[in-house]
């Protein structure tokens, strides 16, 4: 087909389109899919040569108004056009990253977080994706610091009820049925001077930290009844007025001879 004929058969007065215009373009023109169909794309849908120029003047402007990647050795004002167009900041200063509160035992780690700030910037991340790959990593490491240490915690716990009940299972065979009896009187032993208040500070922390019937604090304070039973001791947490009440009365009365 020559030009000239290729001409008559495609364009009528005016610019315009003639019926079936795509069909008389060169061969070659279009490529072809995968059934032996031609790629036209929305050609059809154009009526006269001046459209399909608009078309054109409109991809272009498209095609430049999209982000390009910079070149091998970009000039300065390249790079700045480019950071203003993904939306990076000038400086490094401009991700403005603000430390989260971190949970207890965990510190923020601030020169890490200033060494990721100055590779985005100096690779052109954009500030609302670095922002968010920063959110992603600090909450990664949050997650992982707190499934470690409640797996640390529930460790801790363990061997500590491990410890408990083999120091328990030792004092039950030494004082046999007087057990609870023993375990009575320490706690009152720990308590006589209750109004004095740093004795009474020390009751409570024994308490407030649950370590009042702790099996080496029970027997520490049988050991200390043992040693001041032959003693006058007051009783019910008060000081003595007048009367006392002997504390190897008391110990022998509800121990007896599992102390000797």
Not at 7 to 15: C, V
Not at 168 to 178: D, I, P, R
Request: charged letters at 25%; one cysteine or more.
């Amino acid at each position: 087909m020559s030009d000239a004929v290729a001409a008559e058969s495609i364009l009528g007065e005016n610019g315009t389109f003639q019926d079936g215009w795509l069909d008389n373009m060169p061969e070659g023109t279009f490529e072809k899919d995968d059934t032996g169909a031609l790629k036209q794309g929305d050609l059809k849908d154009h009526k006269n040569f001046g459209s399909v120029c608009k078309s054109y003047i409109d991809t272009q402007k498209l095609v430049s108004s999209s982000i390009q990647p910079l070149p091998e050795k970009p000039t300065a004002d390249q790079i700045k056009a480019h950071r203003t167009k993904v939306g990076c900041p000038d400086t490094v200063e401009g991700y403005e990253v603000v430390a989260p509160d971190m949970p207890e035992g965990m510190a923020y780690d601030d020169a890490l977080v200033k060494k990721c700030t100055q590779y985005a910037h100096d690779n052109h991340v954009p500030k609302g994706i670095f922002e968010g790959l920063l959110k992603m990593v600090v909450d990664g490491q949050v997650e992982m610091h707190n499934t470690v240490t409640a797996a640390n915690v529930k460790f801790a716990q363990e061997e500590s009820d491990k410890a408990i009940e083999t120091a328990s299972n030792t004092l039950k065979a030494k004082h046999g049925a007087k057990y609870d009896a023993v375990l009575g009187m320490a706690n009152r032993f720990h308590e006589l001077p209750g109004n004095d208040e740093t004795n009474k500070a020390f009751t409570e922390l024994l308490k407030e930290k649950g370590i009042d019937s702790h099996p080496a604090v029970v027997d520490y304070f049988h050991e200390c009844w043992k040693l001041v039973k032959g003693d006058t001791v007051p009783e019910g947490g008060s000081p003595a007025s007048g009367s006392g009440t002997p504390g190897q009365l008391n110990y022998d009365k509800v121990v007896g001879d599992s102390g000797k």
